[in-house]
């Protein structure tokens, strides 16, 4: 998101300070390696906080300059410089992602009108606490909508902290009382982040502009407390020193910060988004001075091109990714797809940049009857114009059709009917384990079960024996009737949407409920990969005494499956008590056994699910 505004403008000195279009790139992509590579860039949305940083300081910046000696700010043209800027793109972008969905993705029309509005009122963030989907989940129905939560919160930053600093100032008169107050106010949001933080619903302070205002305003603090007009050009070499290893420091914190800081870790919101957002302002800091080198070491003509551009970049970022992987299998190839996402991104962004983000943002509004007059009159229209308003007058009447229609929800697929059925069958029998009944008995006769299974009698019946937990994600809830068919005595806990970070209380609770049997059988990475802390605690969690057998992941169409099975198997190296069940190689060439999805199977597939499980097991405990 591009905080649109030029350093340069307005201000008396000739230093320009093209350093922050490089910290632009670094932000804009930390957050598309984020949303295309979870797995690898795990903290990238950390990217957010710093576009945040460089609005609240220019912003803060030009004003205290207006404010500090009793005069006023330009609301009018102010409020018109900002939104010239941020609603060109945005509307083409909502036109053109419409226009795409009603043509070949209808599902995704429910709620269309409803993210429009909230889109053009910049409330979107609050609709999408209680409407949209988390942010973190990357799986089930992505919406090509998701990421515009951060243009309502800079939208709402921009309508109303011009007021807020003018009464500040007003209220408190000196430049020092007001900088104080802003930094607290930036603490008090960060406390409000903690406070309201629910792991179980992460929408309120993820998206809330009160929980996100911490970054907004760190950024004003330092746009009232390091004024780019008060700082010297000429530092003794010692200082410049200083500030250029602040700076390289706080550049190493921010990268290490995109590799480390996961997203649904309870510390990113108890105080680890706002020391990450701290330590970008004082990167950001040190490149606005002049007297450092840090604002030449991020000038280049890459970052300069990716800086200009980063804000159409990352409003079209999340529909290019959302119908490319609709399209594309990049589970098998992540590393060259998300290389055919970015080229994409790059190239519609510039064709943006363009035909719309330049022109508009440049062009004087009050000119536009005389213009029209000037048009009808010499009738100097060409066919390339002509043929550029026939293809938007084409791509708008789409759009306007696809909002036209009804909001009925997408209808559940047989999928998604089939996995409420055995996830409901599964609570039914889970109950039925708990009050001891014989389930045994009801699973069916060994003959039957032997040709469904395609297993021996004697693996059949080895298989009625086990004592096992199984714990999961919708894959798991899908094949759970075939996995308690088989395996009876097996108590299923699988949840749709389950991560990884979700199975250590998961885990905690079966074993406090005395159902935690010493074969444990895991299915998780469906949704996204698992940073090592995570692996860590499932297995404190699961604790000694144990035989953990892991499923590998099946899910072609996203880029973290090699990832979680690479983890999964370099666990089964390190500790013996942990197997693979290998049902990506064991699935490998056999389509007939998945849904439309690719993920999850058909009745077919949940039988061959469960019978490698048994198999993998009974061979573990007979070769043991």
Not at 177 to 195: C, K
Not at 199 to 208: L, M, Q
Not at 270 to 287: D, E, K, P, V
Request: hydrophobic share 45%; with cysteine; proline share 4%.
């Amino acid at each position: 998101m591009k905080p649109n505004f030029n350093p340069s403008q307005g201000m008396k000195s000739h230093y320009f300070v093209t350093g922050i279009d490089g910290l632009r790139t670094l932000a804009v992509l930390g957050v598309i390696i984020y949303h295309l590579l979870p797995n690898v860039l795990m903290g990238g949305y950390l990217g957010v906080p710093l576009f945040l940083l460089v609005s609240g300081y220019f912003v803060t910046y030009q004003f205290s300059r207006q404010l500090k000696y009793g005069g006023h700010i330009n609301l009018g043209h102010f409020y018109l410089k900002r939104f010239r800027r941020l609603y060109p793109t945005l509307i083409a972008m909502l036109i053109l992602t419409t226009a795409y969905i009603t043509l070949f993705a209808r599902e995704l029309l429910h709620n269309i009108r409803a993210v429009i509005v909230t889109n053009l009122t910049w409330v979107y963030n609050w609709w999408e606490i209680s409407h949209g989907q988390s942010y973190f989940d990357q799986f089930g129905g992505v919406s090509p909508f998701t990421h515009l939560w951060t243009l309502g919160v800079e939208a709402q930053f921009y309508l109303l902290w011009p007021l807020i600093i003018t009464l500040l100032f007003a209220v408190f008169k000196k430049l020092q009382n007001v900088r104080l107050v802003v930094f607290i106010l930036a603490v008090l949001s960060a406390i409000e982040m903690a406070l309201l933080y629910d792991p179980a619903n992460i929408n309120r302070v993820y998206y809330g502009t009160d929980t996100r205002a911490f970054s907004l305003l760190l950024g004003s603090w330092l746009g009232l407390a390091w004024p780019l007009n008060r700082l010297r050009p000429d530092l003794q070499a010692n200082s410049r020193r200083l500030l250029n290893t602040i700076g390289i420091i706080a550049t190493v914190l921010t990268i290490v910060g995109f590799f480390s800081l996961n997203g649904q870790s309870s510390f990113t919101y108890r105080g680890g988004m706002f020391l990450y957002s701290f330590i970008g302002m004082i990167l950001m800091a040190t490149i606005i001075h002049p007297g450092a080198g840090m604002n030449k070491w991020f000038t280049n003509p890459v970052f300069h091109w990716v800086g200009q551009r980063s804000y159409g970049i990352y409003v079209y970022q999340y529909p290019v990714m959302v119908f490319y992987e609709r399209l594309i299998k990049v589970g098998n190839h992540p590393l060259l797809n998300a290389l055919v996402e970015i080229i994409i991104i790059l190239v519609v962004s510039e064709v943006s940049y363009r035909l719309i983000e330049r022109p508009f943002a440049q062009y004087q509004w009050s000119k536009l009857p005389a213009d029209l007059q000037h048009v009808l009159e010499t009738h100097h229209f060409s066919w390339q114009s002509g043929a550029k308003m026939m293809v938007s007058a084409l791509v708008v009447v789409i759009a306007f059709i696809g909002l036209c229609q009804p909001n009925r929800a997408p209808k559940k697929t047989a999928v998604q009917q089939r996995i409420e059925q055995n996830h409901q069958a599964a609570e039914e029998h889970n109950k039925k384990i708990a009050k001891g009944d014989n389930v045994a008995e009801a699973s069916g006769n060994t003959s039957k079960l032997q040709k469904q299974y395609d297993l021996t009698p004697a693996q059949i019946k080895a298989a009625q024996k086990l004592k096992v937990t199984a714990i999961g994600d919708s894959v798991m809830a899908d094949a759970a009737d075939s996995i308690q068919k088989l395996m009876p005595n097996a108590y299923v806990d699988a949840q749709v949407g389950r991560q990884g970070s979700a199975a250590p209380d998961v885990i905690k609770q079966l074993k406090a409920d005395g159902h935690l049997n010493k074969i444990v059988v895991l299915n998780l990475g469906t949704n996204g990969p698992m940073t090592q802390d995570t692996l860590d605690d499932i297995l404190s969690a699961i604790g000694s005494g144990h035989q953990i057998y892991w499923v590998t992941a099946h899910v072609p169409t996203k880029p973290w499956q090699q990832t979680v099975n690479n983890e999964i198997k370099d666990l089964a190296k390190k500790h013996k008590n942990i197997h693979v069940v290998d049902w990506n190689k064991a699935s490998q060439g056999h389509a007939d056994w998945f849904a439309s999805d690719n993920v999850h199977m058909g009745p077919s597939g949940n039988d061959h699910f469960a019978r490698l499980i048994a198999k993998t097991i009974l061979t573990k405990k007979i070769g043991g």
